[in-house]
C-alpha cells in the first residue's frame, strides 16, 4: 500500500464511491473527523466519477491514484436490469480490476439479500441464481461471485462486508427500517404487515467504518475474505415496531398481522392500479422496499461469528438498534416535520411555542443572537450546534446533539 507524506506524517488517500448515502456518507465522516490516523478520502460525486462509466473510474483513479477504495454505491432496490447490471455489477467488477492494477486493497459494502433466507445464515449459505430473483439480488450475488473469482484468479486484494437492515442517522431517502419508521410515525401503518416470531438481523452504520479502517490496517488478516457485519442479536420485527409506536405514544398500528397471502394480494392489486394510473400520465409506484415483502414474513437472521471471533473490537459493544431509537425517532421526526413530511403527528410534543412567536414575530432577535455568536434552539436554549454533534453519527457512544 502507497503512502503520502503530509505535515510530517505519513498518510493515506482513498476513493469512497456512493459516499452521499447513508453507509457511504457515515464512512466519509469518519475518515474526515473522526480517524486518529491521517487517512485522506475523497467522495466524488456522480459527475466527476459514475460508477456505470469505466473510462470514467479509469481516469479518476489513474490521475489519484489512492491507497484503497470503498465502494458503498448501490442502484435503487426496484431498478431496472440495465440499471441494476451497471452499478451493482459492472461498476464493481471495473473497481476492482483499477485495484488489481494499482495494487491497492478494494473494499466493497454488499447485502444480506445475497444469502438464504433462515435462522444463523453463514457467509458461506449464497443463493443460487434463480429466473424469480429480483434485479436487485441477482446483481449483487453476482458481483460477489466475481469478486471471489478475481481474488483467487487476479490476485484482487479485497474485503466484502455484507449489512443487514442498516440502521442509523442523516439518511436523506426514506427507505429500508426509516420507512418503517416513517410509517409508523405518519400512522399509515394500521396493521402490521408480518406474523409474530418474524426476526431480522441489523447493521449499526456507525460502527461499520472502525471495521473498514480495521481490515484497512491487517490486509493479512483480512484479504479475501467477506463478513456478516451485523449485530450479534437478532429482532423480532413485531418487538421493533411496537417499540417504535409505544416512544411516539401512537394508537396504531395495531398489534394485527396480516396473514402473508392476503399481503402479496393487496400489493399485486395496488400494483395494476398504479399502472393504470401510469397510462394517464400519473406517475406513482409503490415503495422499493416492498420487492422484499417475502422477508417481512420470513426470518433471516445472519450469523457473525466469523466477524466476532476477528481481530476486530467493537468500539461500543452495548450499543443496539434498541439503544439507539429514542435518538433516531427524534432526529427523524424533526427532519420530517419540519420537512412537512408528517401531517399527524403531535407537533406540540416537541416544538417549543416561544421559539415559534419569536420567530414570526421577532425574527431581529434571533438574528441579534447569530450575530452575538449564539443561536437560539427550538428547545429553547442558546448556542452553537457543533459540526461534532451534527456529524455524531460516526461515533459508537454519543447521542446526536
Known amino acids: 500500500m502507497g503512502t503520502r507524506k503530509l505535515a510530517g506524517k505519513e498518510s493515506r488517500q482513498g476513493v469512497v464511491i456512493g459516499g452521499s448515502g447513508l453507509v457511504g456518507g457515515t464512512i466519509v465522516n469518519y475518515f474526515k473527523s473522526k480517524c486518529p490516523e491521517p487517512i485522506d478520502v475523497l467522495a466524488p460525486s456522480s459527475k466527476k466519477l459514475s460508477i456505470r462509466e469505466p473510462a470514467d473510474i479509469h481516469n479518476y483513479l489513474q490521475e489519484k491514484k489512492p491507497d484503497f477504495i470503498i465502494n ?7 431498478s431496472d436490469e440495465q440499471l441494476s447490471y451497471e452499478v451493482n455489477y459492472l ?12 495494487q491497492i486493497p478494494y473494499i466493497h459494502i454488499s447485502s444480506a439479500a445475497t444469502l ?13 441464481f434463480t429466473t424469480g430473483m429480483s434485479n436487485y439480488t441477482r446483481s449483487k450475488l453476482m458481483a460477489e461471485k466475481t469478486l471471489e473469482y478475481l481474488f483467487r484468479q487476479e490476485g484482487l486484494d479485497y474485503t466484502l462486508i455484507r449489512l443487514a437492515a442498516v440502521y442509523g442517522n442523516h439518511d436523506h431517502k426514506i427507505q429500508g427500517i426509516h420507512r418503517m419508521l416513517f410509517s409508523v410515525a405518519d400512522e399509515s401503518m394500521p396493521v402490521l404487515f408480518t406474523k409474530r416470531g418474524v426476526l431480522h438481523s441489523y447493521s449499526n452504520c456507525r460502527k461499520l467504518p472502525y471495521f473498514i479502517h480495521h481490515t484497512l490496517n491487517h490486509r493479512r488478516e483480512f484479504a479475501g475474505g467477506d463478513y456478516n457485519f451485523v ?9 421493533l415496531i411496537m417499540t417504535i409506536k409505544s416512544y411516539l405514544q401512537l394508537n396504531i398500528p395495531k398489534e394485527i398481522c396480516v396473514p402473508y397471502v392476503l399481503a402479496r394480494s393487496g400489493q399485486k392489486s395496488v400494483g395494476v392500479l398504479l399502472k393504470l394510473l401510469r397510462k394517464f400520465g400519473l406517475k406513482a409506484q409503490l415503495p422499493s422496499e416492498l420487492v422484499f415483502l417475502k422477508q417481512f414474513y420470513v426470518s433471516q437472521t445472519l450469523n457473525s461469528d466469523r466477524l466476532q471471533n476477528s481481530s476486530f473490537a467493537d468500539p ?7 439503544s439507539r431509537l429514542p435518538e433516531m425517532i427524534l432526529y427523524y421526526i424533526d427532519r420530517w416535520s419540519h420537512q412537512n413530511l408528517i401531517s399527524t403527528y403531535n ?30 434552539t427550538v428547545g429553547g436554549e442558546v448556542g452553537w450546534r457543533s459540526e461534532q454533534q451534527a456529524n455524531s453519527d460516526a461515533r459508537p457512544g454519543e447521542a446526536h446533539g
Open 91 to 102: 461498476g464493481p467488477l471495473t473497481l476492482a480490476r483499477a485495484s488489481i492494477k494499482l
Open 72 to 78: 458503498a454505491a448501490i442502484a435503487n432496490i426496484n
Open 316 to 322: 461500543a459493544p452495548d450499543e443496539t438498534i434498541y
Open 116 to 128: 438464504e433466507l433462515g435462522m444463523d445464515i453463514g457467509e458461506d449459505r449464497k443463493k443460487q
Open 231 to 239: 449485530d450479534k442479536d437478532p429482532v423480532e420485527l413485531v418487538d
Open 347 to 376: 407537533e406540540e410534543m416537541k416544538l417549543d411555542k416561544d421559539f415559534i412567536e419569536t420567530f414570526q414575530h421577532n425574527p431581529e432577535a434571533l438574528m441579534g443572537a447569530a450575530h452575538q455568536g449564539a443561536v437560539r
